[in-house]
């Protein structure tokens, strides 16, 4: 699955650790998740997604593998 949570942080100026603090993880788990790593649960998901307020489809997609 790609992501675009590293773009939507550049957008927003915002640091890994502060996502990750907004959204009850772990820095390492956002780092983990840009580099496509680890699968997010749909629950994270939707957090993510509204942390930046876009659609879940916006933020992810089914890679040619998924």
Known sequence: MNNKIKIQRAIRDVTQAQLAEAIGVSRQTINAMEKNK???STVLALKL???FGI???EL???GEND
Do not use: G, Q, S, T
């Open 38 to 40: 680890y699968v997010p």
């Open 49 to 51: 997604a509204k942390f």
């Open 55 to 57: 659609a879940v489809e």
């Open 60 to 62: 992810f997609e089914l």
